[in-house]
């Protein structure tokens, strides 16, 4: 598995295939492989003629585990994006990223829109700028001794989606501490690159699609049918609409 360092910090990736590249950026307790290896997305993509770049996270995978909240400000994590693209010599991509993934992409977006081509928020509606994604409940929650300790049902949730990924939850509680920032509806409404938002219909974490569209100028909206957050990321709707998108962007 090839790595480099930005910084300190040692991130894991993985560069799949030719043709123009799509950086993919995972959700808060997932990985490279959990959000986007074993559904599928890697390998559709490449079949689609991308070159697809996937990476874990500072805090998830095979990357480096930090215990400071103040290492997964954001703006940092979303610097790790752009790291990893000098490091491959790619000017500018198609991001797309997933729940925290897309908050990170959408601080890239606002922030080095000459690096992104386009931009998929998958799994983020207007909870980019109202919040509403984890919270203190589910850090406590991975801090926790045991699953029996519990009770907050969102904090079981993502206690017992850790523990399936085998991470090291004592990161993943500093990572949701040190990376709440939320943007600003200003923020938001200057992103100017194409815009994809897609959203499973009964994702009660993301917040509405069609809300956030509205903020950004001439965003568009992949409604995934019957999907919740966790269930939505696999999906084939998500998947023919993202390549429907990236088939028609600039």
């Known amino acids: 598995m090839p790595s480099f360092h930005h910084g300190d910090v040692e991130i894991a990736y993985l560069d799949e295939g030719e043709g123009d590249p799509v950086v993919l950026v995972h959700g808060f307790a997932s990985s490279k492989n959990v959000n986007w290896v ?4 890697v390998s559709e993509l490449r079949k689609s003629g ?18 400071d909240p103040e ?17 491959l010599a790619i000017a500018r991509a198609d991001v797309m990223g997933y729940s925290l993934g897309a908050r990170m992409m959408g601080i890239l977006a606002q922030t080095r829109p000459e690096r992104v081509r386009s931009g998929i928020f998958g799994g983020l509606g207007i909870g980019l700028i109202e919040g509403g994604s984890p919270g203190e409940s589910v850090a406590m929650a991975l801090d926790a001794p045991s699953l029996d300790d519990v009770t907050d049902p969102f904090g079981r949730t993502f206690r017992i989606f850790a523990d ?14 040190g990376s709440r920032r939320l943007m600003t509806e200003t923020e938001v409404a200057s992103i100017k690159v194409p815009t ?23 965003a568009e909206v992949l ?15 998500y998947k023919e609409g993202v390549l429907k998108f990236l088939s028609r962007r600039p």
Not at 59 to 66: A, F, R, W, Y
Not at 164 to 177: E, I, K, P, V, W
Not at 227 to 236: E, N, S
């Open 38 to 41: 074993y559904p599928t997305w």
């Open 50 to 67: 991308f070159r697809v770049i996937a990476f874990d996270n500072r805090g998830h995978g095979n990357s480096s585990k930090l215990y």
């Open 71 to 87: 290492d997964y400000h954001i703006g940092t994590m979303a610097s790790d994006i752009t790291a990893l693209m000098d490091h």
């Open 164 to 177: 399936q990924t085998r991470s090291d939850r004592r990161a993943l509680a500093a990572c949701l501490r």
């Open 196 to 218: 994809l938002i897609a959203v499973g219909t009964k994702d009660e974490i993301a917040g509405s699609a069609q809300a956030l569209a509205n903020v950004i100028p001439g």
């Open 223 to 237: 409604d995934i049918p019957n999907r919740d957050h966790m269930r939505a990321v696999g999906d084939k709707v």
